[in-house]
């Protein structure tokens, strides 16, 4: 059974940086797309930035330059790198995991972007 465990969400001021992490557990972690979605209160559910098994990131035209995804196969784990943050960038943050046509996600960290 896969499982996803975010962790690394929290307050920061304007400017400031965060780093989430998200580690997969119940899955052959190598072979499967991740990504990290975001959803703000009254707003739909939006891609930030996926990894594919390559290597190959993609990101929301809101977030590039700011933030960077990674991955450790090694360790199951996901990263997103947050820097520059706007106060548009608060909301929940998911992290997802796609394998064979099959989404599965965790259970989100807040993230509050505020002085």
């Known amino acids: 059974q896969v499982q996803l465990v975010e962790s690394g969400g929290g307050l920061v001021q304007p400017g400031g940086s965060l780093r989430l992490s998200c580690a997969a557990s119940?899955?052959?972690?190598?072979?499967?797309?991740m990504g990290w979605y975001r959803q703000a209160p009254g707003k739909q559910r939006e891609l930030v930035a996926g990894?594919?098994?390559?290597?190959?990131?993609l990101y929301a035209d809101s977030v590039k330059g700011r933030f960077t995804i990674s991955r450790d196969n090694a360790k199951n784990t996901v990263i997103l790198q947050m820097n520059s943050l706007k106060p548009e960038d608060a909301a929940v943050y998911y992290c997802?995991?796609?394998?064979?046509?099959?989404?599965?996600w965790g259970q989100g960290t807040q993230v509050t972007v505020s002085s």
């Open positions: 119940g899955t052959t972690f190598r072979l499967d797309a």
């Open positions: 990894i594919t098994t390559d290597g190959s990131t």
């Open positions: 997802q995991l796609h394998q064979l046509g099959v989404d599965y």
